[in-house]
């Protein structure tokens, strides 16, 4: 998958990649953008990209059998959504910096979730619950993010959010996006004032993996027929134990342990390692 910023994927690339990879079969998903075949050994991805000239192209290794998944589970900040809504939040409070400082370190593995996240929402201890309504207005979406959640709902994925943010934000971005479930952490308040207390329990690392496993069974399908999003510490066992896990943009310690990478690509690259066409696409064009 190329990055349309970068220029259009063209056919002697692909060729490169086809005959470096001793592969069969190749068929476009989008003219210029997205290609696919089968190769006769595992490549290797550095090799593959070290073949190309376009050099601004995501490559992901994924089983021919049982591509197109029967259930989505994303992460929400940073992944879905373009901010991360506590840092947002943070900035009605005049404290952006220092609360993203934490969050940076907690999303790459450097903190305990659980006690960045209760120190985090301390901090906000007294804020007004308006800045919560003030801090959604603000709020963006990845690119494809839109595409991914029609394109799946409309194909029958039963299609989840899980994210470690609050069901503040998940709640909207559910109803807008499309998803048939949203789980969250709480931020409790006294009617007027955030009370600098976070719900228990805590939706950590474990929890998104039992999300992803219960999401799963109450489908009828094993873990191989699920597709992962995320990018952070926190997302890292449900990228691991899902059929297909993707990183999006991850940290450096999520990018180091995660094979299939969203790197200069954007979400509908996630439609495209199903074996999506873009013809397939639903929602608003690269939405």
Known sequence: MAS???????????????????????????????????????????AIAAVLTHKAVDIFLTKPRGRRKAVLVADMDSTIVTAETLDELAGFAGIKDQIAAITARAMNGELDFHAAIRERVGLLKGLPVRALEETWKGI???????????????????????????????????????????????????????????????????????????????????????LSVGDGANDLPMLKAAGLGIAYHAKPVVAAEVVNRVVHTDLTSLLFAQGYPASAFKGEPNG
């Not at 963006?140 to 069901?167: D, I, W």
């Not at 952490?185 to 992803?212: F, M, Q, R, S, Y």
Request: aromatic share 6%; with cysteine; charged share 20%.
């Open 140 to 226: 963006g979406y990845c690119p494809g993010a839109r595409t991914l959640v029609a394109t799946m709902n409309a194909f029958g994925a039963t299609t989840a959010l899980v994210s470690g943010g609050f069901s503040f934000f998940t709640a909207r971005v559910a109803a807008e996006l499309g998803f048939a479930v949203h789980r969250a952490n709480i931020l409790l308040d006294d009617g007027t004032a955030l009370t600098g207390e976070v719900g228990e329990p805590i939706l950590d690392k474990d929890a998104k993996l039992a999300a992803l496993t219960e999401i799963s069974a109450q489908r009828g399908v094993k873990l191989s027929a699920a």
């Open 4 to 46: 349309r910023e970068a220029g259009p994927l063209t056919p002697q690339d692909a060729a490169r990649a086809l005959a470096y990879a001793e592969g069969r079969g190749l068929t476009w998903l989008e003219e210029g953008r997205a290609v696919e075949f089968l190769a006769r050994r595992a490549p290797d991805r550095s």
